[in-house]
């Protein structure tokens, strides 16, 4: 592809994300939670503080625990070669079917301050449960995530045009390197 034909995409991208961005942030029809549990690779991401430290290898591990919580296990690889390791919770918000959930990575005594809970909304989902894109309200954080270290390019490049229509700014993505 051409330096020109990619700055023309890159530019429609942005045009159409910003034309989406006023409006509120679209979900899935709905989540199918046993389903979603098991291990997801980190494809890409926005940038984040709380991510700063992750070079590589990120990956998220979901457990279904007795009590209808998710354990949420985020593990990745940091510039000393060690691994970092962080667990928290997540719960669904509304109906069993709801692709809204909230995430606290705080110590379960401070679950009671709405403050700890961020949004974690399914805003895109292979109809396998092979890939998904998880954002939140305010369009400030944005995850693809897959069952498998890589994703094809094809997939990956789709999956952006549909996350821009989504008013998501996908030239915000940074890659996550596997090793």
């Known amino acids: 592809m051409t330096a020109l ?15 989406h961005a006023a409006e509120p942030l679209s979900t899935v029809a709905s989540l199918d939670v046993p389903r979603y549990m098991g291990t997801w690779y980190e494809i890409a991401k926005f940038p984040n503080w709380f991510q700063k430290k992750c070079i590589s290898n990120t990956r998220a ?10 354990q949420v296990t985020n593990r990745c690889k940091t510039a000393s070669g060690e691994i970092d390791e962080a667990v928290g919770a997540a719960r669904q918000m509304g109906p069993a079917t709801s692709p809204k959930l909230q995430v ?3 110590p379960a005594w401070l679950s009671l301050i709405p403050a700890v809970w961020g949004d974690y909304w399914v805003v895109v989902l292979e109809d396998n449960y092979q890939w998904v894109a ?21 997939v ?24």
Request: glycine share 6%; with cysteine.
């Open 61 to 70: 591990n979901y457990v279904l625990r007795s009590d209808g919580a998710v």
């Open 156 to 179: 990956y490049a789709d999956l952006l045009l549909r996350l821009a229509a989504l008013g998501l700014d996908v030239q915000k993505l940074e890659v996550t390197a596997q090793d």
């Open 134 to 154: 998880v954002s939140e309200p305010g369009r400030q954080f944005l995850w693809i995530l897959s069952r498998t270290p890589r994703m094809e390019p094809k």
């Open 5 to 19: 034909k990619i700055w023309l995409v890159c530019g429609l991208l942005a045009f159409t994300g910003a034309l």
């Open 104 to 106: 606290r990575f705080a």
